[in-house]
């Protein structure tokens, strides 16, 4: 899981230039908008991303519809703070569309607030004086991911490391540290799909009849990846 790589263009077109280009020549003679090989493969990426993912249609269509709109008006953000902090930029606004769905304003009982539904002691750690502002929450939840993804040295590749800082953004790395501990096994061993069955079993003060928050934990990682890798997709170039 989680194991991503940019989509190599390139490498493609350079493996499939004659199938392309015959299926682009098969394209034009229909009289459709023109095309290109690059544009026929994209669009096959996403097809493909969009039908792996487990997400409701309904909600592909809402992260569809947010896309073309309300992610515009920050993209450039996104892409700035993801350079600073040396994150990717699908992946911060990935975080940010789970936390808020790109929405400034947002707020929710527990007092988390903005586009990167900060608290207030995280907020303060990084150095963001109003939660709502969404320049100063962007900035401050890439920030707290980067700064989690140098104290997080758990996980077995790149991707359950990437897991494991999700799961730290949502629950709180002395959370994700203590049910690691709960696992008493080697933490350098630990993949990210032994904290997921671990954290589903969990017991909390903080759980609810019907959800436990280490389920919520769980669906926040996946979600997150699958929000991910539908912005790849729509971003391949």
């Given at each position: 899981m989680f194991k991503i790589k940019k989509i190599q263009t390139v490498k493609f077109l350079a493996k499939n230039t004659i199938i392309l280009c015959a299926f682009v020549t098969f394209l034009g003679c229909a009289k459709e908008p023109v095309v290109t090989p690059v544009s026929v493969y994209c669009n096959i990426i996403s097809e493909k991303l969009l039908a792996f993912s487990r997400l409701s249609n309904?909600?592909?269509?809402?992260?569809?519809?947010?896309?073309?709109?309300?992610?515009?008006k920050y993209k450039e953000d996104f892409i700035e703070a993801a350079e600073t902090f040396e994150l990717e930029w699908e992946l911060l606004a990935a975080v940010a569309f789970q936390e808020s769905q790109w929405n400034p304003k947002a707020r929710s009982a527990t007092q988390v607030k903005g586009m990167m539904m900060l608290t207030l002691p995280t907020a303060a750690s990084v150095g963001v004086?109003?939660?709502?502002?969404?320049?100063?929450?962007?900035?401050g939840g890439a920030q707290y991911l980067a700064e989690l993804n140098q104290i997080v040295e758990f996980g077995t590749s790149s991707g359950d490391k990437i897991a494991f800082v999700l799961a730290a953004y949502n629950l709180g790395i002395t959370n994700v540290n203590n049910a690691i501990e709960g696992l008493n096994r080697n933490p350098t061993k630990v993949t990210w799909l032994d904290l997921e069955e671990y954290l589903i079993k969990m017991e909390s003060s903080m759980d609810s009849r019907s959800y436990s928050r280490g389920q919520q934990t769980v669906d926040f990682v996946e979600r997150v990846r699958d929000y991910y890798y539908l912005l790849l997709g729509q971003n391949c170039k």
């Open positions: 309904f909600e592909k269509q809402k992260f569809k519809e947010l896309s073309s709109t309300r992610l515009q004086t109003d939660r709502l502002d969404p320049i100063q929450s962007i900035f």
